[in-house]
């Protein structure tokens, strides 16, 4: 009883820190596209420095994770969980660093375009809610926003081709257009990741591959 109560908490630990994870990288989103119009490239510094943190933090949860599997031996759900954890955390990592990828741009360039920021804001939006979203189905079992959430994506996809198909050259600088379509294949990027995050969640939840039950 001692050594499962044990067991217990260590996967209630690695659960928490996954949450952590997720609400640092929810955090560098919320900060990232805001950089861009700032008269200081010091906010996306501070964006660019908190990405280490995340990083680290990822390999840690890697490294509880694959010690649990290997001292525990886990069967059935707990090992889905474990082994998902580790899948969420790389995807959180990785839209960490597309926050962290947009907050470069700004030291490069300022962008003051307010429609072409109106544009980006937006698809940073919809990635926010869809990641607040995907925690939400997590926590209360709704596998039907899972659903949902990967079905949103294309409307990021959308606001991307059309932000990088526009003639229009912001400022009419060549350079300027070309970081901001950066800017947008980073949000592209970062709703691609957490489609991935509500595909493992549901494979938590059933059991199933999304793709598989896709097929039937």
């Not at 919320?30 to 996306?44: C, E, H, I, Q, Y």
């Not at 990405?51 to 949860?61: A, M």
């Not at 969980?81 to 962290?100: C, H, P, T, Y």
């Not at 470069?104 to 698809?123: N, P, W």
């Amino acid at each position: 009883m001692i050594i499962r109560k044990k067991y217990e908490g260590q996967l209630q630990d690695l659960h928490e820190l996954v949450i952590d994870i997720g609400v640092k990288s929810y955090n560098q989103v919320d900060n990232a596209v805001d950089t861009l119009n700032d008269d200081s490239p010091d906010r996306a510094r501070e964006i660019i420095e908190i990405d280490q943190e995340i990083n680290l933090l990822e390999r840690r949860i890697n490294d509880d994770a694959i010690s649990l599997i290997m001292k525990q031996q886990p069967v059935a759900t707990d090992l889905r969980v474990i082994i998902s954890s580790i899948k969420i955390a790389n995807d959180l990592e990785r839209i960490a660093d597309n926050a962290s990828n947009i907050a470069e741009v700004r030291k490069r360039v300022r962008i003051s375009d307010e429609y072409l920021l109106m544009k980006l804001r937006t698809m940073e939006k919809l990635a926010l809610l869809m990641l607040a979203d995907v925690h939400h189905a997590s926590e209360n079992d709704d596998v039907v926003l899972l659903n949902e959430i990967i079905m949103r994506d294309s409307d990021i996809d959308e606001l991307f081709r059309d932000i990088i198909n526009s003639s229009k050259l912001i400022d009419n600088d060549p350079f300027v257009s070309n970081q901001a379509n950066l800017v947008a294949k980073y949000l592209e990027r970062i709703g691609d990741h957490i489609c991935n995050i509500a595909e493992s969640v549901y494979y938590i939840k059933t059991g199933t591959r999304f793709e598989m039950q896709e097929e039937i």
